[in-house]
């Protein structure tokens, strides 16, 4: 099985980006993935490598940004960056962190989502194979992003970005437009029993989101999971982009793919629009 899925890959300048067309829809956000395509970087960076602190250079990862923030019609000053460490911690973040982890440096540790309702600020969230997600109040115009690897899945790190906008800008869950980006699949993403028990110890996972193969490891769809999470929580609208990263190592960036040796995508969301 290959999921080449249901994102739209549009270029813009040589630089390839793709789009959920769920929220290409929403015409108050603009919203991206980077691909692996369209950057300076070479080596097992090559070409677009949007992870800082990899081991490639500074100067050649924000050459990427500017590219691909060009492209896709970010403004690089407007860029928030996580500090991804697989936990549920999320922080929300405004006019005054516009640039922190990308031009500027970060002040914070340990966060794997933001959520913001200012125009203009434009968070960030990387993956690799790990889960990203985008969230949208289609109500009271406020968003979020959060970084879902199995660790981050199994704590409901979905459930918790809910949350959190529900505190912070009294979103209804039903309200909300959660879409889930380019990363493993269900095709791809195998694991020990270990990891698979962890799964299964999650009250809001049930089991058809796992396979038992006859030796002896499992195959997880870190993509469900995350969907019965977020509709556990009460979100109605969800759209998986069903990518893969494993699976097309050639345009998407793969942590399994590359044994690790690579550069890391980029998704972004932005409010260009102010609710009324
Ligand atoms: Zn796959």
């Given at each position: 099985?290959?999921?080449?899925?249901?994102?739209?890959?549009?270029?813009?300048?040589?630089?390839?980006?793709?789009?959920?067309?769920?929220?290409?829809?929403?015409?108050?956000?603009?919203?991206?993935?980077?691909?692996?395509?369209?950057?300076?970087?070479?080596?097992?960076?090559?070409?677009?490598?949007?992870?800082?602190?990899?081991?490639?250079?500074?100067?050649?990862?924000?050459?990427?940004?500017?590219?691909?923030?060009?492209?896709?019609?970010?403004?690089?000053?407007?860029?928030?960056?996580?500090?991804?460490?697989?936990?549920?911690?999320?922080?929300?973040?405004?006019?005054?962190?516009?640039?922190?982890?990308?031009?500027?440096?970060?002040?914070?540790?340990?966060?794997?989502?933001?959520?913001?309702?200012?125009?203009?600020?434009?968070?960030?969230?990387?993956?690799?194979?790990?889960?990203?997600?985008?969230f949208a109040d289609t109500v009271h115009h406020a968003i979020g992003v959060a970084h879902a690897g199995w660790r981050g899945t199994v704590a409901e790190i979905a459930a918790v970005t809910v949350g959190a906008m529900q505190r912070e800008f009294g979103t209804q869950p039903s309200e909300l437009l959660v879409g889930i980006g380019p990363s493993i699949g269900p095709?791809?993403?195998?694991?020990?029993?270990?990891?698979?028990?962890?799964?299964?110890?999650?009250?809001?996972?049930?089991?058809?989101?796992?396979?038992?193969?006859?030796?002896?490891?499992?195959?997880?769809?870190?993509?469900?999971?995350?969907?019965?999470?977020?509709?556990?929580?009460?979100?109605?609208?969800?759209?998986?982009?069903?990518?893969?990263?494993?699976?097309?190592?050639?345009?998407?960036?793969?942590?399994?793919?590359?044994?690790?040796?690579?550069?890391?995508?980029?998704?972004?969301?932005?409010?260009?629009?102010?609710?009324?």
């Amino acid at each position: 099985m290959r999921h080449t899925g249901n994102m739209v890959m549009c270029e813009n300048d040589g630089v390839p980006f793709l789009h959920l067309p769920s929220f290409t829809e929403q015409k108050w956000l603009n919203h991206a993935f980077s691909t692996r395509l369209g950057g300076v970087s070479t080596g097992i960076y090559s070409s677009m490598n949007l992870g800082f602190g990899r081991g490639d250079s500074d100067d050649n990862v924000l050459e990427n940004y500017r590219r691909f923030c060009a492209a896709a019609g970010f403004d690089i000053h407007n860029l928030v960056a996580t500090a991804q460490t697989h936990k549920t911690e999320i922080l929300r973040v405004g006019e005054a962190e516009r640039g922190a982890g990308i031009i500027k440096s970060k002040p914070w540790h340990d966060i794997d989502g933001l959520i913001t309702n200012e125009k203009n600020v434009a968070l960030c969230v990387y993956s690799a194979d790990c889960v990203p997600l985008l969230f949208a109040d289609t109500v009271h115009h406020a968003i979020g992003v959060a970084h879902a690897g199995w660790r981050g899945t199994v704590a409901e790190i979905a459930a918790v970005t809910v949350g959190a906008m529900q505190r912070e800008f009294g979103t209804q869950p039903s309200e909300l437009l959660v879409g889930i980006g380019p990363s493993i699949g269900p095709c791809c993403f195998e694991v020990d029993t270990p990891v698979a028990k962890q799964f299964l110890d999650c009250p809001e996972i049930s089991e058809n989101c796992m396979v038992k193969k006859e030796n002896g490891k499992w195959m997880i769809d870190l993509w469900e999971a995350n969907a019965q999470i977020l509709r556990n929580a009460g979100v109605q609208k969800i759209e998986k982009g069903e990518f893969c990263t494993r699976c097309n190592p050639d345009t998407l960036w793969s942590h399994r793919a590359t044994d690790g040796k690579r550069g890391g995508a980029c998704g972004i969301l932005c409010i260009q629009e102010a609710a009324e």
